[in-house]
């Protein structure tokens, strides 16, 4: 089972050609596509499989998967895959922006920032994609740290940053979106120390050095006056959302997104709170530790 790609009209990713996933993925295949994920960060698959198994197959190619930690996100007779919908009612922050209640909005962020071993990967694929927003996207944060001036480079080779776990969007201190919180905040989330991580990371697998900073989480660098620590992480924050490292997908049903959770941040714009999303999704496990706990 050969496949061909094509780079996403972005700067970053590529789409996967002529891959139809009804069985085991030959051990050929699943190298060579594992070895364009490393390349490039993130994959779209388009049409590849329509079943729980397909995705499960295909996530298998890119490592060992992780079981959510809590039963009760994992999908009902397939515990690798987490089920993401609101179908049943939120299970998240409902937001409303521009009078619209927004379910589903998670700005730029890293998986796992918060723990000391973020997840390798991860992949979405849509089930039941909304009429209106819902839209994912993805940053080069390998990209973000190449093209920092050497001065730049020099001063935060050796930082750390502060990350908390946020269990509301209104905890964010960079890029808070705002917003009007339209249902009560959630107590039962689990508690987590805070940890510390290199400001730039080095990748496990490639080597190349990565910029860490992600947005939902971050909250200081440490040893720095309050003042300064907040200035630079702005600049880096500010450096490496531009759109010139950003792809935004628009979904189809059946599309599946896989991406690089050590080499990319992600976001997702959210969907009016009226409108179904139905989102499967599989991680894969985080080998090497990347950070400490304070
Ligand atoms: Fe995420």
Known sequence: MAFTHRPLNAGIGAEV???RIDGPIAEKTAQDLKTLWLDVGIVLFRGVGTSPEALIELS????ELEQHPLEKFRMPGYPDLILLTNQNGPVGPVYEYDG?????RIPWHTDLAFTTTPNAGALLRMVQKTATGGQTGW???????DDLGPETKYRIQHLEACYHFTTDLADMRFNNPGGKRVVTRRTDYP???PVAHPLVWTHPDTGRKILNVSTLNIQSILGLPGVESDALIQQ???HTLQPKYQYIHNWENNDIMLWDNRRTMHSASGHPMDQI???QRSTIRGSVSMGRII
């Open 17 to 19: 050609l002529g891959l």
């Open 277 to 279: 999303r139905i989102v």
């Open 139 to 145: 940053v080069d944060t390998a990209a973000a740290y």
């Open 60 to 63: 298998k190619c890119f490592g």
């Open 236 to 238: 880096l924050i500010d």
């Open 191 to 193: 508690s987590y120390p």
């Open 100 to 104: 619209v209640s927004t379910y589903g």
